[in-house]
């Protein structure tokens, strides 16, 4: 006899993986069901979960009780008895009747995709700002489905002292859940305000900020660490890591930016999880230049790209300037290499080649800090000088008279918003016509 769920929560978990393709998920440009599920096999091993089987079907809608169909239902369970698995993966979002259901059919754990991830950015959270924000989307993931979570749900609270007369151990639970997320929403605001000073300080003192985004394992944390000899947690696996690290890095012509490795981006990311990061994933909104880096040796690069796309658009972060970086191209073929382009700007490169890293190096350098201006100012405008100063790179300067000639490499984007104030101490033609065009000189 197979042990009930109540007995199996403290092994290890065996699964059967499940898979429903349907028409309007195939219409899905980032959509393809085989890599999906392949994903999910990793994401389950990745958690710690012994992958026994798998299980596709084609069906034209989603079954309102079951989920998959009847019939698949019961193909479903005799492969569970067959491999005596105490757990059942589905590849899409379940509802919480759909779990009480198939808990109740199948006598074993039930598991969707967005609670394996919720699971796996739990194991690695390590910071405070991690732990808030992951518990803050698992609980906001249960609170619609508690009615479904039958003998998976782990009560959060009740007893004596409560609940109130009449109030069922239910309802004490999404009480004691709403407050708790309240709580943890406090506590995340908290850690916005703190993250959200360091990023103003950044921003009064002239330094740029530079985010590394991409699919998960394409190699970001890799990149942060050869870049700058940051002491990071590196590993070929989906979240190897979670909480994000931001490092100083000195471009070539000296300049120092701040470099940040952002959490990976994955198909169907959770809405709930995408919600309880948008202050980590604000590092992205909030840089001057976004480096994608991307898998060049995976089959499926194009679609990661178009779901790593998708979620800067979600964010607000997608007219951010880009820079695509196609990584690992030491595991690709000469052909292949030469194939990787896209419309953008973009590096060819492996993140353990010193020549690439230097690539990378020159090309933010190039992106950031734009051309090269010759500006004439008087000695007395201290906040004139101080302005180039902070707006861009002075690569020489010598005083001529009562003046100061300064020859500038500039920050595109600041210049953009101050270069009026400047426009009228240019001496090289260009500078002085964009002054003009503002209508300031």
């Given at each position: 006899m197979?042990p009930?769920?109540?007995?199996?929560?403290?092994?290890?978990?065996?699964?059967?993986?499940?898979?429903?393709v349907?028409?309007?998920?195939?219409?899905q440009e980032?959509?393809?069901?085989e890599y999906?599920l392949?994903?999910l096999v990793?994401?389950?091993?990745?958690?710690g979960v012994?992958?026994l089987?798998?299980?596709?079907q084609?069906?034209?809608s989603?079954?309102?009780?079951?989920?998959?169909g009847?019939?698949?239902?019961?193909?479903?369970?005799?492969?569970?008895?067959?491999?005596?698995?105490?757990?059942?993966?589905f590849?899409?979002?379940?509802?919480g009747a759909q779990?009480?259901n198939l808990?109740q059919f199948?006598?074993v754990?039930?598991?969707?995709r967005?609670?394996l991830i919720l699971?796996?950015?739990?194991?690695?959270?390590?910071?405070?700002?991690?732990?808030?924000?992951?518990?803050?989307?698992?609980?906001?993931?249960l609170?619609?489905?508690?009615?479904?979570?039958?003998?998976n749900l782990?009560?959060?609270g009740g007893?004596?002292g409560?609940?109130g007369?009449?109030?069922?151990?239910l309802?004490?639970d999404?009480?004691?859940?709403?407050?708790?997320i309240?709580?943890?929403?406090?506590?995340?605001?908290?850690?916005v305000k703190?993250?959200?000073l360091?990023?103003?300080?950044?921003?009064?003192?002239?330094?740029?900020?530079?985010?590394?985004?991409g699919?998960?394992?394409?190699?970001k944390?890799?990149?942060?660490?050869?870049?700058t000899?940051?002491?990071?947690?590196?590993?070929n696996?989906l979240?190897?890591?979670?909480?994000?690290?931001?490092?100083n890095?000195e471009?070539?012509?000296?300049?120092e930016i701040?470099?940040?490795?952002?959490?990976?981006?994955i198909q169907?990311?959770?809405?709930d999880?995408?919600a309880a990061?948008r202050?980590?994933?604000?590092?992205?909104?909030?840089?001057d230049?976004?480096l994608?880096?991307?898998?060049?040796?995976?089959?499926?690069?194009?679609?990661q790209?178009?779901?790593v796309e998708?979620?800067?658009q979600?964010?607000?972060?997608h007219?951010?300037?880009?820079?695509?970086?196609f990584?690992k191209?030491?595991?690709?073929s000469?052909?292949?290499t030469?194939?990787?382009t896209?419309?953008?700007?973009?590096?060819?490169?492996?993140?353990?080649r010193?020549?690439d890293?230097?690539?990378v190096c020159?090309?933010?350098?190039?992106k950031l800090?734009g051309?090269?201006?010759?500006?004439r100012?008087p000695a007395?405008?201290?906040d004139?000088?101080?302005?180039?100063?902070?707006v861009?790179?002075?690569?020489?300067?010598?005083?001529?008279?009562?003046?100061?000639l300064?020859?500038?490499?500039l920050?595109?984007k600041?210049?953009?918003k101050?270069?009026?104030?400047?426009a009228?101490?240019?001496?090289?033609a260009q500078?002085?016509?964009?002054?003009e065009?503002?209508g300031?000189?």
């Open positions: 197979k009930t769920t109540h007995a199996i929560e403290h092994e290890q978990p065996r699964a059967v993986l499940m898979s429903l349907t028409p309007q998920q195939k219409k980032a959509y393809d069901a999906s392949s994903e990793s994401l389950a091993e990745t958690a012994e992958v089987a798998t299980m596709t084609n069906k034209e989603i079954d309102s009780k079951w989920f998959v009847k019939g698949k239902a019961e193909e479903l369970r005799l492969l569970i008895d067959e491999h005596q698995a105490n757990t059942a993966i590849d899409q979002e379940l509802s779990v009480r808990e199948l006598d754990k039930i598991i969707d967005t609670q699971d796996i950015f739990a194991q690695r959270a390590k910071t405070r700002e991690g732990i808030i924000q992951v518990e803050l989307a698992q609980l906001s993931y609170l619609p489905r508690l009615s479904g979570q039958g003998s782990s009560r959060l007893g004596i409560t609940r007369p009449g109030e069922s151990k309802e004490t999404r009480r004691h859940i709403r407050d708790r309240s709580e943890l929403k406090r506590q995340l605001q908290e850690v703190h993250r959200t360091h990023r103003e300080r950044r921003k009064k003192t002239g330094v740029f900020q530079v985010a590394l985004v699919y998960t394992n394409a190699g944390s890799t990149l942060l660490r050869q870049l000899h940051a002491d990071v947690y590196v590993e696996q979240f190897a890591t979670l909480d994000p690290t931001s490092r890095l471009l070539p012509g000296g300049k701040v470099l940040t490795d952002t959490v990976g981006f169907n990311l959770p809405h999880l995408v990061f202050a980590t994933l604000e590092e992205a909104c909030e840089a230049l976004i994608h880096v991307v898998d060049s040796s995976s089959e499926m690069m194009s679609t790209m178009i779901v998708q979620v800067l979600e964010l607000g972060a007219q951010t300037e880009q820079i695509t970086l990584n191209i030491d595991q690709c000469p052909e292949q030469e194939m990787l896209t419309d953008g700007e973009f590096l060819r490169i492996s993140a353990y010193q020549d890293l230097e690539k020159g090309a933010i350098e190039s800090m051309d090269c201006k010759t500006f100012i007395d405008k201290g004139v000088i101080s302005l180039v100063y902070r861009g790179e002075v690569l020489d300067n010598e005083v001529e008279g009562s003046d100061m300064f020859q500038v490499r920050n595109n600041e210049y953009g101050l270069g009026y104030l400047l009228a101490y240019a001496t090289d500078a002085h016509q964009e002054g065009s503002t300031h000189v």
